[in-house]
């Protein structure tokens, strides 16, 4: 587990909802989505999109989770996956605990 140190007037939590903060922290790659439950989610790297799912919830900047499946290739898309993500500020420290499960399996 690991804690991240959060700076003043910043915050870790909720960088995934930002498309610019997405990009810094996850090699230039964007999560977009207009993030409200049932809504369509996209993972872009370089302007393509590689996946895509689906907003399950979206409670400000403690709470996010979503689905995802990989689209960029020809072959169909064997799994689909559930992340939560949740942050808890402490003091000065963000903890925050991703959770990254298989939801499906599709036959090959």
């Known amino acids: 587990m690991s804690s991240i140190r959060d700076t003043p007037g910043k915050t870790v939590a909720g960088a995934d909802q930002k498309a610019n903060s997405s990009k810094r922290y996850w090699f230039d790659t964007e999560l977009k989505s207009d993030w409200k439950s049932a809504r369509r989610s996209r993972v872009v790297i370089t302007g393509t999109t590689t996946d895509v799912g689906e907003i399950l919830e979206a409670a400000g900047p403690r709470r996010l989770s979503y ?12 799994s689909a996956d559930k992340v939560v993500f949740i ?22």
Not at 67 to 78: C, D, I, K, Q, Y
Not at 87 to 108: C, D, G, P, W, Y
């Open 87 to 108: 942050s808890n500020r402490t003091a000065r420290l963000v903890k925050l605990t991703l959770t990254h499960e298989i939801i499906s399996r599709r036959a090959a």
């Open 67 to 78: 689905t995802f499946h990989h689209v960029l290739s020809e072959a169909p898309a064997r």
